[in-house]
């Protein structure tokens, strides 16, 4: 399968910083990657959509103002947590997709990056 | 909308035991199907995957098979090993929106 890494693979961060987490699709081009938050012991929970050359689809309940996402080019899409809060420590996980003849099928996940807000 | 509800954990087994982890859905359309499997600190890791009915997914002596008259796929496993403790997912896949959704996860923990 597909390669995706993320950097940092665990964060430190001061309440009321800014934090980015790269997602990379290594030898694959992805039209499409999905941001989930993990909390511990739970399952995932689909945060946004991020296509290529557009806008994300922030899933309802996600604040957009404050998780920021950019898909630039096929390869990269970026999560800024805005304004960190202890409340928002929890494990990001990122996976890449895409669509053949306008259906998708699997997603391949990165290793997940830990987020820590004092 | 669709969902995914796998059986609660925790499981706990013996070594060489047989394995079973129920999962069910609720979805439009035709998804795909998957499992996955999280280790401690880790992101998830594709197990294994059936995209159309009947289709039987199988990886490291774990079986799956997409029953669409029941909506399950239920994960099996003839005998397991204490290296397949972790927390297992399954997951479905909106084939027209790429959309995934995920069951709420059990750990099996195999003891020696």
């Known amino acids: 399968g597909a390669v995706v890494s993320q950097h940092p693979s665990w964060v430190i961060c001061k309440s009321g910083t800014s934090v980015k987490i790269e997602c990379r699709s290594l030898?694959?081009?992805?039209?499409?990657m999905f941001w989930y938050r993990q909390f511990p012991k739970q399952s995932l929970m689909l945060m946004a959509t991020s296509n290529e050359g557009s806008k994300a689809t922030y899933e309802q309940g996600v604040e957009k103002d404050k998780f920021l996402i950019n898909h630039a080019s096929l390869t990269l899409s970026t999560l800024t947590v805005t304004s960190a809060h202890p409340e928002d420590s929890s494990f990001y996980i990122c996976?890449?997709?895409?669509?053949?003849?306008?259906?998708?099928?699997?997603?391949?996940f990165g290793p997940g990056t830990r987020l820590t807000v004092l | 909308g669709n969902s995914v509800t796998q059986m609660e954990g925790p499981v706990t087994l013996s070594e060489e035991a047989f394995l079973t982890i129920n999962c069910t859905y609720t979805?439009?359309?035709?998804?795909?199907l998957f499992w996955y499997v999280q280790y401690p600190g880790e992101g998830l890791q594709l197990l294994l995957k059936?995209?159309?009915?009947?289709d039987k997914g199988s990886n490291k002596g774990f079986e799956a098979t997409y029953r669409k008259e029941t909506t399950s796929f239920h994960l099996e496993k003839g005998s397991v090993q204490v290296s397949d403790s972790a927390v297992y997912f399954c997951a479905l896949t909106d084939t027209n929106a790429g959309k995934s959704t995920f069951g709420d996860g059990t750990t099996l923990t195999v003891k020696p």
């Open positions: 059936a995209t159309k009915a009947d």
């Open positions: 996976s890449s997709s895409h669509s053949l003849a306008g259906v998708y099928n699997e997603q391949f």
């Open positions: 030898d694959f081009q992805a039209t499409t």
């Open positions: 979805a439009t359309g035709y998804p795909s």
